[in-house]
Each structure stands twice: as C-alpha cells, then as structure tokens.
C-alpha cells in the first residue's frame, strides 16, 4: 500500500488512468440489456439488416446422439493456424488424428485463390501423413469460423472478414465451393465437402456427443462468439421445413456486438486507439475487448500510457519492444497473473523479452494490476452475452 505522499499521488493518477477498465454491475445489467435486445434484432425479420448481431442460423437442427458411426476427414480454420483431422467415430467413442498446419501472413492478406489452395495442399499433405491415399473417398466437414451467411448445411457465403484475415474475391462468395475446386486441384483423393459450420457450432456439437444437455457453443480464442440452440417459431430471417425437430443452432456472430455505438459506455481511451489501427476499424468493438487477438495490444498501449506520464519504468528505454505495436502477447497476461505477489519472476522475464530493463518491484505490481482489471473485463464482458 503506498504510504507516502508521493506514493499516493502516483497510484491516485495511476487509478485515474485504468478506472475506464473497473466497471460497476450497474453498468454490467444495461449492457446485458442492450446484447439481447441486439440478439432479439438480428432474429427478426424487419430488424435483421441493420442488427450488429446477425444471428445466422446454422441450418443444424438437431444435437448428436452419441450412436453416430463413419470415417470423416474435418478442417478447422479461422485463425493463424488451422488444423486437418481425421476422425473415425464408432458410437461414444472417437479416434482422432490430427496436424496444425500455419496460414502464413502473405496468405491472410492475399487472394481467396491463394488461401484455399494453401488450405487444401495442407490436406492434400495431412492425407500423405496419415496414409490416406488408398481412400476411394471421404466426406469433410468444414469448420470455418468467420461469419457466414449460410444457404443450406454445405453451403455458405462469407459475410466479412475477421481477426487479421482480408483475402480478397471471397465475400459474398460460397466457402464450401471454393474449398471444394482447391481440393480438386490438391489431391486425387475425392473429398466432398458435405458441411460447413463455424467454431462455435462445432464446440456445441462436439460438447452434446458426450452430453446431450449441452445448448450453448461459447468460442473465447483470437476473436470471441457463441451459439446455441433456438426455437424455429423466433427465427423469422429464413423458412425452414416443419419436420422435427423444431429448432436450429443459431450462429450468433456476436463480436460485432457494439458496432453501433451502444458500447460507448464502455469502451477507453485504450479500445479507440487500438480501434483505430487495426485493419478494421469501427467493426467487432465487443471482439476487441474480449478477444485473444486484442487484449495483449490494450495491456501494452495502457503500460505505454502509464510510462509516458513517468508512473512507472522511469528511465526506459522507447525504442524498446513495449512500444511497438503487438509485440505484448495475449499470453503474457495469464503467465504474469500466476506471479504470486512477492517475487515477480513472470513478470521480470517478460519485462526483460520486451527490453525493459529498468523496473522496479512497485512497477511489477501494476503490471500485473493491469492485465488484472483488462482480462477481468474481458471476462465479465463475455459473460454478460450469455
């Protein structure tokens, strides 16, 4: 606790500085509010176009029973890295067999042509790995975790891109398509894409194969969303046939929740600056207060803040990495709230990667006071969408 006056002052202005971050449950309640008013808005027939929150429904009407059986190949993408897996169900249990393979920054920011053909001689390689080759034929199923907005189970077009993904000539074009000619291309192997979903949904399903009570798919990764199971009669933004089950997983797409301005409120200095660089600015607001892609980028810019007003590491060097941009991990906050208050050593070490040198023990401490109160909101602003 600071004792003296200097001391107070310094944490006074220093609380002056984050209190944007420390939100009362008063304010919790009317976002809440205001989320599932969103929510209501993207479901209805008349508000869907101009709702933040598209709900999109799946076209998945009905929850795995755990009886299913086949040979699958799956492809997991929506971030920096995807994954290709092979999954051989037999009832409850499943063997699985998967590789990661990395979409290079080059790809994230070039053409649709150049990202599906890397994803799919990434398959064509998965299926040499796992000894594939003799398979007259596989089914895929396509996890692709940007929003959609889907014509039928296997087919979808992609509303926008997110999470540092800006491939040209494939918005408003059909996924499931473009997968399938890279595919052809890739491999001899006939691989029909027969699915396409996104990572929440895929979380939902894969969750309800072990426990049939599960109902919501929450994704909190690079980028953040959830999904769950909806009645048909308060989906008015597509018809559907009438057979049973009467019901659909909707895909929320909540991360661009406060595109509009309501979350205002909430948002600091902090969020608009980061806002303002990225490369979208004035989209997924709510994304980038909750998402792992953003809050290592708030920690630093609100460090940077505290350092340029001489509150702490005095006598820094700038043209160390703590003031360059994305170089403060998503990670760095978990690893820094494990210290356990009284020797910093996480702490120390990251300060030390990103060239601080000069930091003393009080410096640690608001360290780790910070990425406190920025994963804290993180997390009491995803709760808040459920």
């Known amino acids: 606790m600071p004792s003296t006056p200097e001391q107070i002052a310094r944490y006074e202005k220093i609380e002056s500085l984050v209190k944007g971050f420390k939100l009362p449950s008063a304010t919790y309640h009317q976002v809440m509010a205001l989320w599932k008013e969103e929510m209501k808005n993207g479901l209805g027939k008349?508000?869907?176009?101009?709702?933040?929150?598209?709900?999109?429904?799946?076209?998945?009407?009905?929850?795995?029973?755990?009886?299913?059986?086949?040979?699958?190949l799956a492809l997991d993408l929506g971030g920096t890295n995807f994954r290709v897996l092979f999954i051989d169900l037999n009832g409850p249990l499943a063997d699985i067999v998967s590789k990661t393979y990395l979409i290079p920054q080059q790809v994230m920011l070039g053409t649709?042509?150049?990202?599906?053909?890397?994803?799919?001689?990434?398959?064509?390689?998965?299926?040499?790995?796992?000894?594939?080759?003799?398979?007259?034929?596989?089914?895929?199923?396509?996890?692709?975790?940007?929003?959609?907005?889907?014509?039928?189970?296997?087919?979808?077009?992609?509303?926008?891109?997110?999470?540092?993904?800006?491939?040209e000539g494939v918005i408003g074009q059909d996924v499931c398509q473009l997968l399938?000619?890279?595919?052809?291309?890739?491999?001899?192997?006939?691989?029909?894409?027969?699915?396409?979903?996104?990572?929440?949904?895929?979380?939902?399903?894969?969750?309800?194969?072990?426990?049939?009570?599960?109902?919501?798919?929450?994704?909190?990764?690079?980028?953040?969303?959830?999904?769950?199971?909806?009645?048909?009669e308060n989906v008015e933004t597509v018809s559907l046939d009438d057979d049973e089950p009467q019901q659909v997983i909707i895909n929320t797409e909540w991360g661009a929740f406060g595109d509009n301005g309501c979350l205002d409120i909430v948002r600091t200095e902090y969020d608009r600056e980061l806002?303002?660089?990225?490369?979208?600015?004035?989209?997924?607001?709510?994304?980038k207060m909750?998402?792992?892609?953003?809050?290592?980028?708030?920690?630093?810019?609100?460090?940077?803040?505290?350092?340029?007003?001489?509150l702490i590491f005095l006598g820094i060097d700038h043209d160390c990495d703590l003031f360059n941009r994305g170089k403060f991990y998503t990670k760095y906050l978990s690893e820094i709230e494990r210290d356990n208050?009284?020797?910093?050593?996480?702490?120390?070490?990251?300060?030390?990667?990103?060239?601080?040198?000069?930091?003393?023990?009080?410096?640690?401490?608001?360290?780790?006071?910070?990425?406190?109160?920025?994963?804290?909101?993180?997390?009491f602003l995803a709760s808040a969408g459920m």
């Open 341 to 379: 208050g009284e020797f910093f050593e996480n702490t120390k070490q990251i300060l030390e990667e990103l060239g601080v040198e000069t930091y003393t023990l009080e410096d640690c401490k608001i360290v780790k006071y910070v990425c406190a109160l920025i994963s804290a909101r993180a997390a």
């Open 46 to 72: 008349t508000t869907h176009a101009t709702a933040d929150i598209k709900m999109f429904p799946s076209y998945v009407r009905a929850l795995p029973e755990g009886s299913e059986k086949g040979k699958f």
């Open 112 to 167: 649709g042509e150049q990202l599906f053909g890397h994803v799919a001689n990434c398959v064509a390689n998965f299926i040499h790995f796992t000894g594939l080759e003799t398979e007259r034929s596989l089914c895929l199923g396509f996890t692709f975790s940007f929003p959609l907005v889907q014509d039928g189970l296997a087919s979808a077009r992609l509303s926008k891109w997110t999470k540092g993904f800006r491939c």
């Open 290 to 310: 909750i998402g792992g892609m953003y809050l290592g980028e708030i920690v630093r810019l609100t460090l940077e803040r505290l350092s340029s007003e001489k």
């Open 275 to 287: 806002d303002t660089y990225s490369i979208n600015p004035g989209k997924q607001l709510v994304e």
């Open 180 to 232: 399938q000619q890279a595919l052809v291309k890739a491999t001899p192997v006939k691989i029909e894409v027969v699915a396409v979903i996104n990572d929440a949904v895929g979380t939902l399903m894969s969750a309800a194969h072990t426990d049939r009570k599960c109902e919501i798919g929450l994704i909190l990764g690079t980028g953040c969303n959830a999904c769950y199971m909806e009645k048909l």
